[in-house]
């Protein structure tokens, strides 16, 4: 059949030239994707030529996931083939990020040898949006300061807190999985809120960004100090320990108050401050934060931190000065109280943990530096201040 000068064609011929079955061409015919130009007595359709450019691009369309609705307002014209394609494009994102998703939530079950109810738990966290994924960290930062005054630790909790990227990772889905399980542990809160706990007691409120950098700066030096002796194999009940210990309490002296040098009481502050800070949980928090937020995950400072506590222990005072007996401590303590309140201060808690959301080289001393110099390190750091009867 043909109109004018031009041949028609049959839904056969059409199927021989464009490669497409006859019922996809019938099927996309009926759906108005393309549209006879003629029909024959007996009201078969006949195609012209340029019905093969048009399955040509339906195809196309259709093979890179168009559904029929889209591929029908291009055919017409009713919307530009740019603005389709950028359209589906963005579907394309979405799906791609939901099936990376997918992906590492399998991996991660593979790996842990889940149940199905632990694959469904896991699932479903990682379908959490943006905003619920906020509003899970936001709980578990409110139940650890919960009824505490420490403005500048929740503060830097929140600043820190991890936010998984549009297209994460697969280590970043991990780490999300993994934080997610952590944030639920008592143990893990517990720590937390004892390091807040030791912040509202002794240095409520808030604090000024002076003392907080000196006390960076002190902690930069301890754990460099440290790890160094770690390397050089100093065991913490060896001579150089004492040498070493008396050079990190000489730095750390001056964010402290209450105490002038070192003595068996400065000792015995730093000590317990380590060990209220010391916690693998909570360390493992902030390195997942760090992958979460796309930046290098600190290196354990534990080691460091156990030799120090180690190193203390052995040397719990200078070893040039005999050990304090009962009767110089109650010397101290009366001098203490013979100092006037408003002359006594005592020590605070600051935690450094603000930081910029972006990657920067790893440190060797288990910190890392954000552009404008803050320093995030997973041990809780101390500073001097003001007491409550001020």
């Not at 990020?97 to 149940?115: F, I």
């Not at 403005?151 to 994460?168: F, S, T």
């Not at 409520?204 to 960076?216: F, K, L």
Request: proline share 5%.
């Amino acid at each position: 059949m043909t109109v004018g000068d031009e041949e028609l064609l049959s839904i056969g011929d059409l199927a021989k030239r464009s490669g497409l079955p006859v019922k996809l061409i019938r099927r996309w015919s009926d759906c108005g994707l393309l549209s006879p130009a003629d029909r024959t007595r007996a009201g078969y359709r006949r195609y012209d030529a340029r019905a093969v450019a048009q399955l040509e691009l339906a195809r196309t369309l259709r093979e890179l996931g168009l559904g029929l609705a889209a591929i029908r307002e291009v055919m017409g014209s009713e919307r530009g083939l740019s603005e389709v394609a950028a359209t589906h494009a963005d579907a394309l994102d979405a799906q791609i990020r939901r099936l990376r998703l997918q992906r590492a939530v399998l991996r991660w079950v593979a790996a842990h040898h889940s149940t199905a109810e632990e694959l469904s738990v896991v699932s479903n966290l990682t379908r959490l949006s943006a905003a619920e994924r906020a509003a899970m960290i936001d709980r578990f930062i409110a139940e650890t300061v919960k009824g505490l005054d420490v403005p500048d630790y929740r503060d830097r909790l929140r600043a820190a807190a991890p936010e998984l990227p549009d297209d994460p990772t697969a280590e970043q889905v991990d780490a999300w999985i993994e934080l997610t399980d952590l944030i639920q542990d008592p143990k893990l809160r517990t720590a937390m809120n004892r390091v807040a706990r030791y912040a509202d007691e002794h240095a409520p409120g808030s604090h000024e960004a002076a003392e907080t950098a000196a006390v960076e700066r002190v902690t930069e030096m301890w754990t460099q100090t440290v790890f160094r002796a770690l390397a050089d194999d100093i065991s913490a009940d060896s001579p150089d320990a004492e040498r070493i210990v008396a050079e990190i309490v000489r730095v750390w002296l001056p964010t402290q108050t209450g105490i002038g040098d070192d003595c068996r009481e400065a000792r015995r502050r730093l000590l317990e401050q380590l060990e209220i800070a010391a916690d693998a949980r909570a360390e493992r928090y902030w390195q997942l934060v760090c992958i979460i937020n796309g930046m290098p995950a600190p290196p354990s400072s534990a080691a460091a931190g156990r030799w120090l506590v180690a190193a203390l222990r052995a040397n719990p005072q200078p070893a040039s000065k005999p050990m304090n007996t009962q009767a110089s401590v109650a010397a101290r303590q009366r001098a203490l109280n013979a100092t006037p309140s408003h002359q006594r201060r005592r020590y605070r808690v600051v935690f450094t943990a603000n930081w910029k959301r972006h990657s920067v080289p790893p440190r060797t001393d288990g910190a890392f530096v954000g552009s404008e110099g803050q320093r995030y390190s997973p041990w809780t750091h101390f500073k001097r201040g003001r007491s409550s009867t001020d």
